[in-house]
């Protein structure tokens, strides 16, 4: 199972319609997918269709009370299953203080569900608590979403040395695979000065053994199109709500390109 950590302690740089369209995208490409949300927000779940207040266990159980995944993970599109949350999770940072390993219990909490699933992939909240912690300790792979304005690198040292972190202390696999620009707007001349600031920056790391030393801006960026913010309230992808739309090719081609790195994955991580 390759696990992607979508990752950014940023609110709305596009991390929850990233991974719910991607998932979809790649689901409907003929790969099992497991989406988890550790967002208290919920805002995955509402996004595939179901009622926070609706969730009885989900995410919550499985940090805080060691249900098993298997217990807690629904099935809501063919090929696709949530690990759903609810308003519980708000709480489940300061518990999670309290708990021994409490790092890796979404690692082992995956484990045992590794063999069902080709992809997880994990929606992480606006903070780099313990919660998200746990998905990067999970993960094998970090995906970072970008909203290229002018403030859009802000943070990105102090996200990088959270990972950076993670990955000397708890999970030396962890690579940050790339950077997804999101809400691009190629009409204006900001978004390819980002790009540029982000492409040197990455060149530079080039050889230097840390987690992002070959990291890449993805080949391709999501375009920003209203219809990815409408497909949310009906509880519907992008693919579902209207499948020929620029946000909806935009996300098939994210999944392309995660299908097309499948074997180099496989064959660069001889630590997993
Ligand atoms: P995050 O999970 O990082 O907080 P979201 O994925 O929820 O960010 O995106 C923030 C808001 O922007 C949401 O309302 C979402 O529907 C909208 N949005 C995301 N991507 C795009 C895009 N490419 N074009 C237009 N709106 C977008
Ligand atoms: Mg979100």
Same mark, same amino acid.
């Not at 997880?120 to 909203?147: R, Y």
């Not at 492409?199 to 050889?207: D, K, P, Q, T, V």
């Not at 801006?217 to 709500?241: D, F, M, Q």
């Given at each position: 199972?390759?696990?992607?950590?979508? &990752?950014?302690?940023?609110?709305?740089? !596009?991390?929850?319609?990233? #991974?719910?369209?991607?998932?979809?995208? &790649?689901?409907?490409?003929?790969?099992?997918?497991?989406?988890?949300?550790?967002?208290?927000?919920?805002?995955?779940?509402?996004?595939?269709?179901?009622?926070?207040?609706?969730?009885?266990?989900?995410?919550?159980?499985? $940090?805080?009370?060691?249900?098993? $995944?298997?217990?807690?993970? $629904?099935? #809501?599109?063919? *090929?696709?299953?949530?690990?759903?949350?609810? @308003?519980?999770?708000?709480?489940?940072?300061?518990?999670?203080?309290?708990?021994?390993?409490?790092?890796?219990?979404?690692?082992?909490?995956?484990?045992? #569900?590794? !063999?069902?699933?080709?992809?997880?992939?994990? /929606?992480?909240?606006?903070?780099? !608590?313990?919660?998200?912690?746990?998905?990067?300790?999970?993960?094998?792979?970090?995906?970072?979403?970008?909203?290229?304005?002018?403030?859009?690198?802000?943070?990105?040292?102090?996200?990088?040395?959270? @990972?950076?972190?993670?990955? %000397?202390?708890?999970?030396? !696999?962890?690579? #940050?695979?790339?950077?997804?620009?999101?809400?691009?707007?190629?009409?204006?001349?900001?978004?390819?000065?980002?790009?540029? /600031?982000?492409?040197?920056?990455?060149? *530079?790391? %080039?050889?230097?053994?840390?987690?992002?030393? /070959?990291?890449?801006?993805?080949?391709?960026? @999501?375009?920003? *199109?209203?219809?990815?913010?409408?497909?949310?309230?009906?509880?519907?992808?992008?693919?579902?709500? /209207?499948?020929?739309? *620029?946000?909806?090719?935009?996300? %098939?081609?994210?999944?392309?390109?995660? $299908?097309?790195?499948?074997?180099?994955?496989?064959?660069? %991580?001889?630590?997993?």
């Amino acid at each position: 199972m390759r696990t992607i950590a979508v &990752l950014n302690q940023k609110g709305g740089v !596009g991390k929850t319609t990233t #991974v719910a369209n991607t998932a979809a995208a &790649l689901a409907m490409a003929g790969r099992r997918v497991l989406v988890l949300d550790l967002d208290p927000q919920a805002h995955l779940t509402i996004h595939l269709g179901v009622e926070p207040a609706a969730v009885s266990g989900g995410a919550y159980h499985v $940090m805080i009370q060691a249900t098993p $995944m298997d217990q807690q993970i $629904m099935m #809501v599109r063919p *090929n696709l299953w949530l690990l759903p949350a609810n @308003i519980h999770l708000v709480g489940a940072e300061a518990e999670l203080a309290g708990l021994p390993e409490r790092e890796t219990i979404l690692r082992h909490a995956l484990e045992a #569900v590794a !063999g069902h699933f080709e992809y997880c992939m994990i /929606d992480c909240g606006p903070s780099l !608590g313990l919660l998200t912690l746990n998905a990067l300790s999970a993960a094998q792979e970090v995906l970072i979403p970008l909203q290229p304005h002018f403030l859009a690198l802000q943070g990105f040292g102090q996200l990088l040395q959270t @990972i950076e972190l993670v990955n %000397r202390r708890i999970n030396p !696999g962890l690579k #940050v695979a790339g950077i997804l620009l999101c809400m691009y707007d190629s009409r204006a001349s900001l978004p390819q000065e980002v790009k540029a /600031d982000i492409e040197s920056f990455l060149a *530079n790391a %080039r050889g230097s053994g840390t987690a992002w030393a /070959d990291a890449q801006v993805l080949p391709t960026h @999501i375009r920003r *199109n209203i219809k990815l913010a409408e497909a949310p309230s009906y509880g519907k992808t992008i693919l579902e709500y /209207d499948p020929a739309c *620029n946000g909806a090719e935009d996300y %098939r081609q994210v999944a392309a390109y995660l $299908m097309a790195t499948e074997h180099v994955q496989a064959t660069t %991580r001889p630590h997993d």
